[in-house]
């Protein structure tokens, strides 16, 4: 599957426990982002990098959030100190570089805050 | 920052007749306009995009309209078969940045 893969699909922890999700681009894909998604609404801007450099990171990012690409190949999605309000799908996606070009998403991760 | 919009929030059409939904946008400096498909507990899906040198783009039974002037896009779909109920995503971007998208149209095609 030359898709963009995210592990792992299903996260259950209870509410201060920290977690950490996976997202592997397509290989060859400079750009990554990630969203998050609550029932019923469009996808949330999270961060992204260019490689391994993050550009933008979000207001509504608390500093319990950090993300990283070591390599500019994959990426982890932290979060420290989990709330249930964290509860929400976190997709990745990759696009090929910079200039507006498509962006592709993986299944996400489905986290649950008990 | 930019904020899209979009309506309606849910839409249901026999199937075989047309949906349109539409998207504002605020920034006037957006140029990029992708429209995404979300089945249930799948991934969201890329249909058609437009960028905003082009008034309007077609694939097959789907076309996007595009007006920078009252900064406005829609998704037409025409001769709706079950199989396009699913969530849809409208969203804009500036050249180079992030992709913001809208609150998501949840279709409906009864048979």
């Known amino acids: 599957d030359t898709g963009v893969s995210q592990d792992p699909r299903h996260k259950i922890t209870k509410r201060g426990q920290n977690v950490t999700f996976r997202c592997d681009p397509i290989?060859?894909?400079?750009?990554l982002y990630w969203y998050r998604q609550t029932l019923g609404q469009g996808p949330e801007f999270l961060t992204y990098f260019q490689n391994e450099a993050q550009l933008e990171k979000s207001r509504l990012l608390s500093d319990r959030f950090s993300a990283e690409r070591p390599k500019g190949s994959f990426s982890t999605l932290e979060i420290q100190r989990t709330e249930q309000g964290d509860s929400a799908m976190y997709l990745c996606?990759?696009?090929?570089?910079?200039?507006?070009?498509?962006?592709?998403f993986g299944s996400g991760t489905q986290l649950s805050v008990l | 920052g930019e904020n899209v919009e979009q309506h309606p929030s849910t839409l249901s059409v026999q199937e075989g007749d047309s949906a349109v939904i539409k998207c504002t946008y605020s920034d006037s400096a957006s140029n990029y306009f992708p429209w995404y498909k979300q089945e249930l507990g799948k991934r969201p899906q890329l249909i058609i995009d437009?960028?905003?040198?082009?008034g309007e783009k077609k694939d097959q039974r789907i076309a996007v309209t595009l007006n920078k002037t009252a900064k406005h896009f829609s998704l037409h779909i025409t001769e709706t078969q079950p199989e396009d109920s699913a969530v849809y995503f409208c969203?804009?971007?500036?050249?180079?940045?992030?992709?913001?998208f809208g609150t998501g149209t949840r279709l409906q095609v009864f048979p």
């Open positions: 437009i960028r905003s040198n082009v």
């Open positions: 969203a804009a971007s500036k050249f180079t940045d992030k992709l913001i």
């Open positions: 996606a990759s696009s090929l570089s910079a200039a507006n070009e498509k962006l592709f």
């Open positions: 290989s060859e894909h400079n750009r």
